[in-house]
């Protein structure tokens, strides 16, 4: 159950910070499914673009090592808790959005944003289409 100040800040601010909500088990069970998968799967250079604005490891996206992330921890609760229980399908599936670092000497850059579900021609939709595909977003770090 989420606090009066969370819901606050929520309202205020359009996100807010659960830390802990996701216990560390889960997270190593996430980890460990993924690093299986870059070891297993590995990655093609030439997938890389549409892994950056998709999702890496795809044959991942719906198992509950990632699911389970939302749909199995207090995530869920604070979802239920601002939506109504009931309200929300529980996710189906999960974007693994890994980011590496630069190379060695070069500079990342200024941080951009991004709109979900503008197409860019990248990420599987064309350029300039806009879906609305998700009610929330939830990151777990």
Not at 27 to 35: L, Q, S, T
Not at 90 to 115: E, M, N, Y
Request: charged content about 20%; overall charge neutral; some cysteine.
């Amino acid at each position: 159950m989420l606090s009066p100040a969370q819901r606050r800040v929520f309202h205020d601010e359009g996100y807010f910070v659960l830390p802990g909500a996701v216990p560390e088990a889960a997270v190593r069970r996430a980890r460990r499914a993924i690093n299986h998968s870059l070891g297993e799967e590995g990655m093609a250079k030439d997938d890389l673009p549409r892994m950056r604005s998709q999702s890496y490891c795809g044959e991942l996206r719906s198992d509950a090592a990632i699911t389970d992330l939302v749909t199995r921890t207090s995530v869920w609760t604070a979802v239920e808790s601002l939506m109504g229980e009931g309200a929300v399908q529980p996710p189906k599936g999960g974007q693994i959005a890994l980011r590496f670092p630069s190379a060695p000497g070069t500079d990342p850059g200024v941080p951009r944003g991004h709109l979900d579900g503008l197409g860019s021609g990248a990420n599987g939709m064309e350029r300039g289409v806009y879906t609305r595909g998700f009610t929330g977003l939830a990151v777990v770090l």
